[in-house]
């Protein structure tokens, strides 16, 4: 991403709705896998992510490529933080019982490969929870300001997630109830002038509180349902526990 991303991302993240709502999406998925053992959170930006792992009581360990993600993750007092490239994760094999990583597929060129070195780092039975962003028609600026390679099908993301050798337990559609608006918003975004910058609207304070609380509904839903649309994607993963297990 671009360091003026990483800042907005460091400045925003603990209280903004979509940040936020995603995150307790992602959170909920989690601990409905009843994972054990250490986590890694792969892509952990600015560090919130991390932060609420270690929190909530999960031995977590923080990976990102980029030194200024490293250094906001220091500025929270977080660690332990490893630096190293998506495609070739400097851990050891069958290490963790769960990686989270969200909207961080997106930004490696090379994707197949980083599935398969999540799927290596993880332990036989480990979950991998994920975000992604959905839909190519909604490319626009805001991917391009934040170095997306590509947006996702669901059944894009369902063929690298097999091609790994992950069994899938959930791939939903999120931000659901919002699509419409999203579509419309990136439309505009598209026809006007200027560096591409990532679409993050200033909602007033009580727009924030409610649009966390319907992210939080979606999440409930997501918990029972696959939704059918949605402009990002999130997905359970699980590495077979046994060889005999594997895709």
Sequence with gaps: MNAEEYSRLYALEDRYWWFVGR???????L??????????DFG????VVLQSLQQSGH?????????????????????????GDGERIPLRSNTFGAALALDVFEHIEDDARAYAEVYRVLRPGGVLVLSVPAFA???????VALHHFRRYRRAELVQRLQQAGFQIDKVSYSVFCLFPVVVLTRFIEKLRSGPPRASLPTVPPWLNRALIALQEFEGRLIARINLPWGSSLVA??????????EA
């Design 23 to 29: 995150r307790r999406v992602a959170s909920r998925l």
């Design 31 to 40: 601990e409905a896998t009843q994972a054990t053992g250490p986590v890694l």
């Design 44 to 47: 952990c930006g600015a560090g």
């Design 59 to 83: 031995e977590a360990v923080g990976l990102d490529s980029s030194d200024l993600a490293l250094a906001f993750c220091q500025k929270r007092g977080l660690g332990p933080l490893v630096r």
């Design 137 to 143: 028609s909604l490319w626009g600026p805001h991917d």
């Design 236 to 245: 359970v993963a699980r590495k077979p526990s046994s060889p005999e297990g």
